[in-house]
């Protein structure tokens, strides 16, 4: 069940501390904590717990379909994004699918798990990650029947604009491809709503597009993503898999505030804007690193001095600091190290813990 | 997403009312609903939703070996005890399976989503759908690998005690057949500690024991199930095709302040048999229907005046009175219908609004 970054949980037992005395920037949470405003919703559900959630989500779906400018038939709601990252491929059991890499490791393994054989389209370093189109499109010539494509990437921060994923869209619906953009990090831009591929979904039914709650609401403990597609018959198909009742009613009943929380939102961005911009400052006096300039809100950082990533970790980790060891990332090595944006002092204790390990 | 009991959403917005003017008498919760103390935990808990929950459940594991007398790595925890009745069949990939039926209708689906055939051993109305263990060993020869048996059995209510399961868990060993035993509503019965299947685990490692936190501590919308196996390598098998972070961090940190309200659970085990034998006696009363002796909190009722259970729903609703109609399970008609038992005025309510419906 491990490999993922926000493990706090055994790095505190191994240090003897308690989870809290460790500053994570292992798992990719908006700086800003969640609204101080859910704490009343979930007070004042307390009495609603003794009720299975809505199995439908009529209201949830409402909120979120809302909040996308779009219907709720062509939402459906998960655990997490998680759960849809491996419901999608359940459901669709495409025969062959094709990932674009480095990035989040659950994608491969849930195609793995639903029977899919799948390969992974390698983004080069010496390309600082970015995406080839034109490569990529050649690609897709081989045979595969669904494409996942995270959007920002995790863990690289780079950002594929709507011109680009229309050409993909074009081209794998003429193909015959489903493609899935996971976008569970796309409300940390400015201009998001102006470059969600949801613009595309109505226009190519054979777009999914898959959002998280739970890194921008900074919301992880409550488990809540959903997905977007037109097409009503692949909807339907994924509904037929999925299992009752995966969203708690908490989750439920807390989407509706979060998404009208307008001055938590926009503030969260300049938030974001602001330390990414300092943090970036700070790490680029440190010598014996270079990082990827991130849309997102984390940093890819590879080390130069030759010290591996586990050996950096373990040293932060003296200093009560936890970062992404991002060695196991496929395309990736033990040079490189995943960090987010986290408060000021946070950001400075990084920079400063990171100077010494390094220096 | 829908079939199951307790959608009171859609109710209530066909009858223009809010859910909790329903009397729920659809799905199986505890009457005393959840311990008052939970809410403390839950408003407590607040700060911790901005972590990933610990995706080892290590805290959670213990609380539940613990209360279950075993160890913690014997311990599978699930999203309701739904995710893991969807779980070990992908993860087994049994190629045939026996249900013990009528029963949940999520194992079928769940067997046939996993890609395993299933076949249903049908207890007999007449018998009182008391099983024929005889009759199930001879049928258990027949090349399966998995079987599912409900104890106590939804919609049914009867218990097979533990000499006969022990007697299918032994004739399973010798067959190989994995025997996953749901004991969803077990801890309503007096004597449980006494009759679980998870006494047998040690000895038989291919039995699977179910639980649900659901239905004894009144929580559905919070989710929280859990399996025991003391086959170390089946549960690994399985958590190699679990979902991370699937409990949500509320559900992980109330399972040990639940388990631990021995003052609670031992008032929900009596006030149960006390409401139980009331409403029983009442229902012996009205006449036009018959009831089946049931050994958990819910109760099956036939309807013998010819009034199918689609109807009798509905003119309930008129009272705000929400049953389960039983008719769409395998082996029952449109004569059944299930109730929960709920406190004293809701169940004498529902006998008087049924009496009114019947006569």
Chains 1, 2 share one sequence.
């Not at 970790?313 to 991002?326: M, Y």
Request: with cysteine; hydrophobic share 40%; net charge neutral.
């Amino acid at each position: 069940m491990a490999g993922h970054g926000g493990d706090i949980y055994r790095r505190a037992m191994d240090l003897g501390i308690s989870p809290e005395e460790i500053i994570d920037f292992s798992s990719n949470i908006n700086l800003l904590g969640p609204p101080e405003s859910l704490k009343g919703i979930l007070n004042g559900s307390f009495g609603l717990i003794k009720n299975y959630p809505d199995p439908e989500y009529s209201e949830l779906r409402k909120s979120l379909a809302h909040f996308n400018r779009t219907e709720p038939l062509n939402i459906i709601p998960g655990n997490g994004a998680t759960e849809l990252i491996h419901l999608v491929p359940r459901a669709l059991k495409p025969a062959r699918a094709l990932i674009v890499a480095p990035t989040f490791s659950e994608y491969a393994k849930a195609l793995s798990q639903a029977g899919t054989e799948s390969e992974h389209f390698m983004l080069r370093e010496e390309d600082n990650f970015r995406i080839d189109i034109d490569s990529l499109i050649r690609e897709m010539d081989r045979g595969y029947r669904f494409m996942i494509i995270c959007n920002p990437n995790n863990p690289t921060g780079n950002f594929i604009g709507l011109p680009e994923i229309e050409r993909i869209a074009a081209r794998a619906r003429e193909l015959d491809i489903t493609v899935m953009v996971d976008e569970s990090f796309i409300e940390f831009m400015d201009n998001w709503r102006e470059s969600t591929s949801a613009l595309l979904a109505e226009k190519y039914p054979n777009l999914i597009v898959l959002r998280s709650m739970t890194k921008f609401f900074a919301i992880p403990g409550l488990r809540l993503g959903y997905l977007i597609s037109h097409d009503r018959g692949m909807i339907k198909k994924i509904i037929s898999m999925k299992e009752p009742w995966t969203v708690n009613i908490f989750a439920d009943l807390s989407a509706g505030l979060l998404l009208n929380e307008a001055n938590y939102i926009k503030e969260s961005v300049l938030a974001l804007n602001r330390e990414r911009e300092i943090l970036c400052s700070e790490l680029g006096r440190i010598k014996g690193i270079k990082f990827f300039h991130p849309e997102a809100n984390f940093i890819l950082i590879k080390i130069l001095t030759g010290m591996t990533s586990a050996a950096l970790k373990e040293k932060l980790l003296g200093h009560r600091i936890l970062i992404r060891d991002a060695s196991n990332f496929r395309y990736l090595d033990s040079s490189f190290v995943r960090i987010a944006v986290r408060r000021r002092d946070d950001n400075m204790a990084l920079v400063a813990a990171m100077g010494k390990c390094l220096g």
